[in-house]
């Protein structure tokens, strides 16, 4: 009897050790990641070509999104064309940055352009957002769905930023307000409207907007915004 006992215990024993080892190996299985799960930002942007052009030294940058779809295959070839016309001229520079969140991969493309006879430079700057499920594109319309925003409260929220650079260049001392008022201030920026050239761009997990504006003006702003990089967080 005893030694029955002590099959049955034995069995009982191997059989939860059984179970213990199946369940770590789906668990293995399951979340390790193989290798074509994407996991890193690196995973999703391959840098294909990068070009240094002669005379100015702006090195340009070619990306290629890693996404299995119709849509990533339009973005990539956007991609290129902009990049083959960027380092056809030497005072141009193709750059992005890019951004992998939860649910979304957000691509910024940077186009820096010089200009040779005074040194001033501008950029141009469009944005893509993917679904990291489905891999297609998603429109600024379902961004704004989804964040529970729209164009008006960017717009005001842009304003608000104006506002604010204004006030900071006068404690600076950049200039007084009777030699440049807010109107003054918005000209040198060719901001014209509030609500033109917003981008659209999702980082942490937070949608947030890219708005170039010029830098440059008879007070040496440029100095004031030498490290601004045109995003901004929606102001509530």
């Excluded at 297609?136 to 930023?161: G, R």
């Excluded at 204004?166 to 920026?189: A, G, T, V």
């Excluded at 999702?202 to 045109?230: A, C, G, H, K, T």
């Amino acid at each position: 009897m005893e030694l029955e006992e002590e099959k049955k215990r034995k069995l009982i024993k191997w059989f939860i050790i059984g179970i213990v080892i199946i369940i770590v190996l789906w668990l293995i299985i399951t979340f390790w990641p193989s290798e074509n799960q994407k996991t890193a930002l690196d995973d999703y942007i391959h840098k294909t070509a990068t070009y240094k052009a002669s005379g100015s030294g702006l090195t340009s940058t070619l990306i290629s999104i890693n996404l299995d779809s119709e849509d990533a295959s339009t973005i990539n070839q956007e991609i290129e064309t902009k990049y083959n016309t960027a380092i056809q001229n030497r005072y141009q520079q193709f750059t992005y940055t890019a951004s992998l969140n939860k649910n979304y991969l957000s691509v910024a493309l940077i186009t820096n352009k010089i200009n040779s006879a005074t040194g001033h430079a501008y950029s141009d700057i469009d944005t893509y957002t993917f679904d990291l499920d489905s891999e297609k594109l998603v429109t600024d319309d379902e961004l704004l769905q989804t964040f529970s925003t729209s164009w008006e409260a960017i717009a005001s929220s842009f304003e608000q930023e104006m506002q604010n650079f204004y006030q900071e260049e006068l404690k600076s001392m950049y200039f007084l307000e009777s030699d440049c008022n807010y109107q003054c201030f918005l000209n040198s920026r060719e901001v014209t409207s509030y609500e033109d050239n917003l981008h659209l761009f999702v980082m942490n997990d937070q949608l947030m907007y890219y708005r170039p504006f010029n830098i440059f003006s008879r007070w040496n702003e440029e100095d004031f915004y030498r490290y601004e990089d045109f995003l901004f967080e929606i102001r509530k």
